[in-house]
Every structure is written in C-alpha cells, then in structure tokens.
C-alpha cells in the first residue's frame, strides 16, 4: 500500500496545471473537497451534488474490519455558502449489530475570501449525531475550523485544520473531550480529465495517514474516484474505496 503511494507522489512533477473550478467531489459531511482532504471551494448557488462510495477498512491488532457504503449530498444554497450532510451504511463489520446505518453528519461551508492567484479561504462547521452503534462509531461531535488552499507552480495546494469536541453516544453525561483534526496535500491534473490528489491527514489523538485519490471528469457531470489511505498510527491499517459523484447545475 505504501509503494502505492509513492509511485502516485513520484507522478506530480508530470502533472499539468490545475483547473481549481473543477470540484465535483464530497470529502467528510459531504463538504466540498477530496476523500482526507477538505477543499476550499464551495459549490456554485443553486448546484446540487450526489456522492456514494463502497469503502472497506482493516483495522489493527485484528479488532475487525467493515465495508460501508457513505452516501452524502451536497446543495449550494446561496452564493459562497453550500449545506452538506452524509450517511455511511455499513454492509459489514465485526460487531453482532451489523446492517446498521452509522453516525449521521451534516454541515456548511462558506466561502469567506478569495484573492489573486486563486488563493481561497473557507470555514467549516460540522455537527455528528450518534445514530451509529456504539463502539464502532465516534459519536456526537462537534467541529469548526478552516480550509484553505494557493496555487503553486502544477500544483494546488490544501492544508486545513479543525477544533473538534467529541461528547460519545451521549453528550450530556459530561464525558466530553477535545482534540484537533488537521490535513494538508495538493491537487493536479495529469490530463485533461484526470485528477491526482495526495495528502496525509491525523488528529491529535494519535491517528496519522497518507492518502492518495485518483479521479475522472470523462463523464459529463460525473466526478469518478479511488482513493486508498495508509495508517501511519492509530487504528487504521489502511482503507481504500471507489465512489461517483453526480453534479446537478441550477437545481
């Protein structure tokens, strides 16, 4: 998996420049961005964006694995602010509860500035209820930060990061923690029509990654991607997952 992620990194220096109005991806919530990587782009007034993915996960020291199937959607409702949310459907995992929809998440991205060169700067919140199983999913959460992204030279450059209170199934037992969730990579095409993104993104809980997606324009108003992730640290061995993303103009 890791040889697989440096021969990705190995193809930038081929890449050619980037087209930063094409986003036709949902990262975390449904939020505009890259699979591990929040973007700093907002969907256009008026635009609606359709995601589904089959994602499969090994987790370490053999506490199981699943295979899960996110389905997020993505409204841009007015100008510079877009409305996200996402429910992962868990097909399978090791607990005896399996079949069960995981932790529903929903949140808004606003577009606050942008200036020469394309440089952009956005802020996030992001709400997660506890509607998954307990012990598989994180529970109620609570983030705001900010993504922001340059253009440098072939390559689009992201990093955000983000303030994140975790109160588990239930929040109001006062058992809430705090933690910060960061990311940072780059964005180029190869072709035309073919996006690579590379990243590595971690919490300051101990989970750390490297990340890689490839993605396809080829298909009008449809965004095509595989993304794999290796764990650096933390419970993840490593994931990899395929998804489509549907554009709706002017819905």
């Keep these: ?132 199983s307990e012990g598989r999913d994180s529970g109620s959460e609570l983030a705001f930060g900010i993504a922001t992204s340059t253009t440098f030279r072939l390559l689009r450059l992201h990093t955000s990061a983000s303030y994140v209170l975790n109160g588990g199934s239930n929040p109001f037992e006062g058992r809430i923690i705090d933690y910060m969730r960061f990311s940072a990579g780059g964005a180029s095409y190869i072709t035309g029509d073919l996006q690579i993104i590379y990243g590595m993104d971690g919490t300051t809980t101990g989970d750390l990654g490297l990340a890689a997606t490839i993605t396809t324009y080829a298909v009008d108003k449809t965004a095509l991607f595989v993304s794999v992730r290796a764990g650096l640290s933390g419970n993840t061995e490593y994931s990899i997952s395929a998804g489509a993303a549907l554009t709706l103009p002017e819905f």
């Design 1 to 132: 998996m890791k040889l697989i992620l440096l021969f990705v990194v190995l193809l930038i220096p081929f890449a050619t420049e980037a087209d930063v109005s094409r986003q036709g991806i949902s990262a975390e919530g449904g939020l505009s961005g890259y699979p591990f990587l929040p973007g700093s782009i907002v969907l256009q007034r008026g635009f609606l964006r359709i995601q589904g993915k089959l994602e499969y996960i090994d987790m370490k020291n053999d506490t199981g694995n699943y295979l899960l199937l996110p389905l997020s959607v993505t409204w841009g409702c007015i100008d510079n602010l877009e409305l996200g949310g996402e429910l992962p459907i868990y097909l399978n995992d090791s607990s005896d509860e399996g079949h069960l929809p995981g932790d529903i998440s929903a949140g808004c991205s606003w577009l606050y500035e942008t200036a020469r060169g394309g440089s952009a700067l956005v802020f996030k919140g992001l709400i997660t209820l506890p509607t998954g």
